[in-house]
């Protein structure tokens, strides 16, 4: 192992143990187990996949190498950074309600159960990206800009976390927040291009501004880039992907010196 | 400093009461702009004192004197309002029934995790497992869920971590009174022997028997200040002659 100060040593010790405990511990009494974990996603590219791609017959935009066109794919080639984002900021919520009585009671270093719970999102979607990329490589749909997804899923990672290192302390004082966030990924959904393909909107009656802000919000850029790498096979715009780089640095950076700076405040919740 | 050493500088400790206190956002939001309906109480100020490697600490003190606080302030769970604490080598606190135990993991899961939270290793952890199992004296209960324990278990299970974990500073409230005779007495002998090798232990307790009989040194502590610092039976002396004149019954009410 790399030579860590004794504090960082347990700083990691503590990460592993409380992304083992977020892997184990949530599927613990189901008899399907990881199963689940994929049921969701599956579910969510079946159901849009029949609403746009059979009802509205609405065509998926042309893939590199044109034959592997498949609303299904162009789904959840968006939505596996879309769940990194929700999954993480919503995660971060409930990991830091999880262990605040353990809080009260003993010493830790707090933010290691939010990076723990973030570990254990990121080893899900580790498999999931696997799962896509092998369906990309079978309709032979697959170039080295797959290194772009995995860039897009690191960068979405330290954007939610940013997000939810704030929401969660947030959240300990107003438990409202846990239900606006629910809210806000519900429209943000929608308002990011991930059911539709963003030149839908290059029509003369989208405003100029809804157009702009569809596709530079940071979550759009995150899964433009994502779709660049596996779907589209090209190299994204490097403006998108410098600007993406910049909110995922900046609001992890906000977000854990806010962090930093109340957890200490979390022991004194009631 | 060296190990095992305490330095409590100025501290004090403020908790905020909001009266009427928004539970919710949207009451937060109306009352914007409006002046906080706070009450400031004070539980602990300007407590200045230093132990010495090596050395059984007592805080004694009436209900609500603030030497839970100032423990909590140690163990690092709070943050002093204003001063400072340092503390030097690794610390183990037992502060209440079942400290630091989260109740859906087992017995064993939970040993692990405390001793991560100790920065202690996996292997350590792993070598020091049967001696905890052998002193909490809870056997197959070590792979349950604590939350079936029953008090007894979680403050044998606790104490038997903290003891066995090597810690160079021990944090102990009145906790050992939940057991029974057998264990309390094992109790004894264990902190007996962490103060042979040299471990710093602080035990806060309203029992003048129990401090007279294992503290080198005891604080007193009284609405949040330190009323007299000294000797064991000198300083329990004072403090029973107080409570016998009935200055010591009143709660604390906010200032």
Redesign the interface.
């Given at each position: 192992m790399l030579t860590l100060s004794?504090?960082a040593?347990?700083s990691v010790?503590?990460i592993i143990?409380f992304a083992e405990?977020e892997s184990k511990?949530r599927y613990k009494r189901s008899l399907l187990g990881w199963f689940w974990s994929f049921a969701n996603p599956l579910t969510t590219v079946a159901v849009y996949s029949f609403v746009f791609g059979v009802v509205y017959n609405a065509q998926p935009p042309v893939t590199a190498n044109g034959n592997a066109e498949n609303f299904g794919l162009f789904l959840f080639t968006g939505l596996i950074a879309w769940s990194v984002f929700t999954g993480v900021v919503t995660g971060c919520m409930g990991w830091l309600q999880g262990?605040s009585d353990?809080?009260?009671?003993?010493?830790?270093p707090t933010e290691t159960a939010l990076l723990g719970g973030a570990v254990a999102n990121a080893i899900q979607t580790a498999l999931e990206a696997v799962v896509l990329l092998v369906i990309m490589a079978l309709f032979a749909n697959i170039s080295w800009t797959a290194v772009f997804l995995v860039f897009s899923l690191l960068l979405t990672m330290a954007f939610a976390l940013g997000i939810g290192f704030i929401v969660a302390v947030l959240n300990a004082r107003?438990?409202?927040?846990q239900y606006?966030i629910g809210v806000l990924i519900g429209v943000g959904f929608f308002l990011v291009p991930i059911v539709y393909p963003p030149s839908l909107l290059d029509r003369d009656d989208v405003p100029e501004i809804g157009r702009q802000f569809v596709t530079w919000n940071p979550p759009a850029l995150f899964v433009e880039i994502a779709r660049d790498g596996v779907y589209f096979l090209q190299t994204p715009d490097p403006l998108k992907l410098l600007v993406a780089a910049a909110w995922a640095v900046g609001t992890f950076t906000v977000g854990w010196f806010y962090f930093r700076a109340r957890s200490?405040?979390i022991?004194?919740e009631p | 400093m060296t190990i095992g050493e305490i330095t409590v500088s100025g501290v004090s400790k403020r908790?905020r009461l909001e009266r009427n206190r928004?539970?919710?956002?949207?009451e937060?939001i109306l009352r914007l702009g409006r002046n906080k309906d706070v009450d400031d109480f004070w539980v602990l100020r300007d407590v200045d004192f230093h132990i010495e490697p090596g050395t059984f600490f007592g805080l004694i003190g009436h209900n609500g004197s603030g030497k839970s606080t100032l423990l909590r302030l140690m163990?690092?769970?709070?943050?002093p309002t204003a001063g400072e604490i340092t503390t030097e080598g690794r610390m183990s606190?037992l502060?209440?029934l079942?400290?630091?135990?989260?109740p859906?993991?087992t017995g064993r899961?939970n040993v692990?995790?405390?001793g991560?939270?100790?920065?202690l290793?996996?292997k350590h952890m792993a070598d020091a497992m049967d001696d905890i199992i052998e002193f909490s004296g809870i056997g197959d209960f070590i792979d349950e869920p604590v939350k079936i324990y029953s008090s007894g278990m979680y403050v044998r299970l606790g104490f038997a971590v903290a003891v066995n974990v090597d810690p160079e500073i021990l944090l102990v409230d009145e906790v050992i009174a939940v057991g029974d005779e057998e264990f309390q007495r094992r109790c004894m002998d264990h902190m007996n022997m962490l103060r042979e090798r040299g471990t710093t232990i602080v035990l806060v307790s309203h029992n003048a028997a129990l401090m007279r009989s294992l503290c080198d040194r005891v604080g007193w502590l009284d609405h949040g200040q330190l009323l007299e610092l000294g000797d064991a039976d000198h300083v329990i002396d004072a403090y029973l002659e107080h409570v016998s004149s009935g200055g010591g019954n009143t709660l604390t009410t906010r200032d």
């Open positions: 004794p504090s040593r347990k010790n503590l143990h405990r511990s262990v353990l809080r009260k009671k003993i010493y830790f107003y438990r409202d927040i606006l200490m405040e022991s004194e | 908790f928004p539970s919710s956002l949207k937060a163990a690092n769970i709070h943050r606190a502060l209440e079942g400290s630091g135990f989260h859906d993991l899961e692990f995790l405390n991560a939270m100790l920065g290793t996996r």
